[in-house]
C-alpha cells in the first residue's frame, strides 16, 4: 500500500499524453471557477469600497436600490431633487459631522459630471477608508475648474489646464452642450476602482453657472457672462442627493427615521449597507448562473478525465493481470485507480490555481483601466479553498467508477484472449 502512489504515478507517466489532456482539461475549468469566484467576490468588495465611510444616502423619495444606483454608481436619474433648504437643515441637525452634497444631470461624453462641494474631497473614503488622492492638480479654485476622475483622464487624454465642455442630460451622445463656458481640468485623481474614477467633477456653483440659461431642459437665451456671474448668488436651489456622516454610527436609526418622517418634504434616508444587500439579492441569479457555468465546465473536465481513463481499461487489462498475479489483492487494484484519478485532479487543480494566478496578474492592470475592478493577485481566498476542495473530492469520486470496474475483474478475465 505504501508503494501505491509511486504506483500511480508511474503509471500515468506511462500515459503521459493523454494523462497530460485530462489535467490541462481540469486546469482550464479550475482556473475558469475560480476566476468567476473571485470576480464575483472582488465585485462585491468594490461596491462596499464605492460607500466606504458613509453612514446614510439622502435623496427624495425612492427605492433605496435606485438611489444607491444614481447617487453612488450614476446609474439612472433621480426621480426629484432636494431642496437646498432641506438639505441646510439635515446638515445643521444634532449628531450629523459631515455631509457631501451631490449635483447629477450633466455629461461630457459619456461619463457622468458630479456637482459637488469641497467636502467630496475631504470625507469620501475609499478602499478601506482611503482618502482621495491627487495625481496631478487639486480641486476647485476657480469657478470653471473640473477634477477628473482617473479613467476620464486616461480614456479621453486629458492633462491639466485641457478645456471641456459639459453637456445637458446623461446620453451618451447629447447635442445639447454648455459650450458658452468651457471648463479647465484643474485636477486628475487617482485611481481607486470605485464609480469616482468615471466621473467629472465640478463645483456646485458652477453646476448653477452652466444652468443660469436654462429651463426645463431648453436654453432660453444667452449664457451670463463670467464678469455677470461673479456678481450673482451662485448657491443651488436643489440638489439631487447628499452623503451623510454621523458623530456616532450607533444614532444611524435614529436620524434616518427623522428624515423619513419629516413632512416638510418626502425625503428618504438608506444605509448603503442595506441597500447593497438588497442590491446583491436582485442579482443573487446572476451570480448563481455564473457560478452554476463554472461548475458545470468543472464538471465537464472531470467527466473527460473519467471517459480517458474508462477508455484505457481494456488496454490495461493484462496490466491489471499481471499485478493480481504477483499478489496485487482487488482492493490494491481499486486502490490504484483511485490513486491514479486523485493525482489526476491534484495536479490540475494545482495548474489550474497557478493559471488562475497568471491570468489574474496580466489581466488585473487591464480591468482596473476599463472597469475599475482590483483584482489582488495571491493565494485563494477561504472561499477560493472549499471550491478547490469539492473539486477535489469530486475528481475521487468521479474515479471510483474505473476503479469499481477494474476491482470486479478476474484474473481468468484479465488473463484470457478475446476473439
Known amino acids: 500500500m505504501n508503494a501505491l502512489p509511486g504506483l500511480a504515478w508511474r503509471s500515468l507517466a506511462n500515459r503521459r499524453y ?36 458613509v453612514d446614510l444616502i439622502v435623496g427624495a423619495r425612492a427605492h433605496p436600490v435606485q438611489l444607491l444606483l444614481y447617487s453612488v454608481f450614476h446609474l439612472g436619474e433621480a426621480t426629484q431633487n432636494v431642496s ?56 476647485f479654485a476657480e469657478l470653471h475648474d473640473a477634477v477628473l476622475g482617473a479613467e476620464v483622464a486616461a480614456n479621453l487624454g ?16 447629447n447635442l445639447h452642450a454648455h459650450d458658452e463656458q ?33 429651463r426645463f431642459g431648453t436654453r432660453i437665451g444667452p449664457a451670463p457672462t463670467r464678469a455677470e456671474l461673479a456678481r450673482v448668488d451662485l448657491t443651488p436651489r436643489a440638489i439631487t442627493a447628499f452623503h451623510v456622516g454621523l458623530k456616532d454610527r450607533a444614532a444611524s436609526f435614529a436620524v434616518q427615521g427623522r428624515i423619513n418622517a419629516q ?5 428618504s434616508a438608506i444605509m448603503p ?31 473527460g478525465m473519467l471517459t480517458a481513463v474508462l477508455a484505457t481499461l481494456n488496454e490495461r487489462r493484462r496490466e491489471m493481470a499481471i499485478l493480481r498475479s504477483v499478489g496485487a489483492s482487488a482492493r490494491t487494484i481499486f486502490a490504484l485507480l483511485l490513486a491514479e484519478a486523485a493525482l489526476l485532479t491534484a495536479a490540475g487543480v494545482a495548474c489550474g490555481v497557478v493559471l488562475c494566478q497568471l491570468l489574474l496578474a496580466l489581466a488585473a492592470p487591464w480591468l482596473g483601466s476599463r472597469y475599475g475592478l482590483i ?3 495571491g493565494l485563494p481566498t477561504p472561499g477560493e479553498w472549499r471550491l478547490v476542495a469539492l473539486v477535489l473530492g469530486a475528481g475521487i469520486a468521479v474515479g471510483v467508477l474505473p476503479a469499481l470496474l477494474a476491482y470486479r475483474r478476474s484474473l481468468a478475465e484479465g488473463m484470457s484472449v478475446r476473439t
Open 18 to 53: 493523454s494523462a497530460g489532456l485530462s489535467v490541462l482539461t481540469i486546469a482550464i475549468s479550475v482556473m475558469l471557477l475560480l476566476g468567476v469566484e473571485r470576480l464575483r467576490h472582488e465585485a462585491r468588495a468594490g461596491f462596499l469600497r464605492s460607500v466606504s465611510g
Open 84 to 139: 437646498w433648504a432641506s438639505y441646510r437643515a439635515i446638515a445643521a441637525a444634532p449628531g450629523v459631522a459631515w455631509t457631501i452634497p451631490l449635483a447629477l444631470g450633466d455629461s461630457h461624453r459619456g461619463y457622468r459630471v458630479v456637482g459637488t462641494s469641497d467636502d467630496y474631497f475631504e470625507h469620501l473614503r475609499v478602499a478601506g477608508g482611503q482618502p482621495l488622492r491627487f495625481a496631478a492638480g487639486t480641486r
Open 158 to 173: 486629458y492633462e491639466l489646464g485641457d478645456p471641456l465642455v459639459l453637456a445637458h442630460g446623461a446620453a451618451a451622445v
Open 182 to 214: 468651457p471648463f479647465r481640468v484643474a485636477g486628475i485623481l487617482a485611481r481607486t476602482g470605485t464609480p469616482v474614477d468615471r466621473a467629472v467633477h465640478v463645483s456646485l456653483g458652477a453646476i448653477e453657472a452652466i444652468h443660469r440659461n436654462w
Open 263 to 267: 413632512r416638510e418634504e418626502p425625503l
Open 273 to 303: 449597507a442595506v441597500a447593497l444587500q438588497q442590491l446583491w439579492g436582485l442579482l443573487a441569479n446572476v451570480e448563481r448562473a455564473l457560478l452554476a457555468t463554472a461548475a458545470c465546465t468543472v464538471l465537464a473536465g472531470l467527466l
Open 375 to 377: 483584482l489582488p493577485v
